[in-house]
């Protein structure tokens, strides 16, 4: 098992073992911690932003070094972005209600020409990238298995696994008897916010590696 593996598995077991005897413990620390907007979620934002900017910054380096764009990269950080958008609900942090979602795209109160915008952004966006992978999928899929192949690569897909996982099962996990409400949501995605970030800190640290080299 690599360096990689090892902080990954080390770090998240610590984590897991915190949280866990705190809400053995201490319950209600436990429900508070990991509350909507809580200590752990934006623990969270901040692992995922680190990583998505050194996903990013691996990703400017690939354009000026090749002239291209990596597909793998760019999904990347626009995966990380979209789940710190999520988390912090940042739609309605700054226009105090949420955009991100149907009802504010056909609500009449609110200005055609806002509603439109919005749609740009919010569907014309994934849409383009989803696009341009399509377009570049042998890339893509290039990148995807070389990444698979080295230990922060290996941390990436496990992350990704189980931040699927959760997304999957969040109602369910919602309704576990003996934890706190969010409790199993917030550590999992927790865990895997740390691998996201162990994994784009072992990548950056391959001095300008790419997936594809």
Same mark, same amino acid.
């Given at each position: ?10 770090? !998240?077991?610590?984590?897991? *073992? /915190?949280?866990?005897?705190?809400? =053995? ?17 934006? =623990?969270?934002?901040?692992?995922? *932003? ?10 400017? %380096? @690939?354009?000026?070094?090749?002239? %291209? ?15 710190? &958008?999520? +988390? ?6 700054? $226009?105090?209600?949420?955009? &991100?979602? @149907?009802?504010? $795209?056909?609500? @009449?109160? /609110? ?13 014309? /966006? ?16 290039? +990148? ?13 897909? *496990? ?16 309704? /576990? ?10 550590? $999992?995605?927790?865990?895997?916010? &740390?691998?996201?970030?162990?994994? *784009?800190?072992?990548? !950056?640290?391959? %001095?300008?590696?790419?997936?594809? !080299?």
């Amino acid at each position: 098992m690599a360096i990689e593996e090892i902080l990954a598995a080390g770090l !998240s077991l610590i984590a897991v *073992a /915190v949280l866990s005897v705190i809400a =053995l413990v201490k319950p209600a620390l436990a429900a508070w911690l990991t509350v909507e907007n809580g200590v752990v979620e934006w =623990l969270q934002v901040l692992l995922d *932003a680190g990583a998505a900017l050194l996903f990013g910054r691996e990703l400017v %380096r @690939t354009v000026r070094k090749t002239g %291209r764009v990596s597909p793998l990269d760019l999904v990347l950080v626009s995966c990380l972005i979209g789940l710190i &958008i999520g +988390e912090i609900d940042l739609d309605r942090i700054l $226009f105090g209600t949420k955009v &991100i979602a @149907t009802r504010f $795209f056909v609500n @009449t109160k /609110v200005a055609l020409s806002w509603r439109v915008l919005a749609m740009l952004i919010v569907v014309g /966006v994934p849409v383009a990238i989803g696009i341009f992978v399509v377009v570049r999928l042998r890339a893509f899929w290039s +990148e995807g298995w070389a990444a698979v192949a080295q230990p922060w690569g290996r941390v990436l897909a *496990a992350s990704v696994a189980l931040s699927v996982f959760t997304e999957i099962f969040e109602k369910q996990l919602g309704h /576990v008897p003996g934890v706190p409400r969010f409790f199993l949501e917030e550590l $999992f995605e927790l865990v895997a916010a &740390i691998g996201f970030f162990v994994s *784009a800190a072992a990548r !950056s640290g391959a %001095r300008g590696s790419s997936p594809s !080299s």
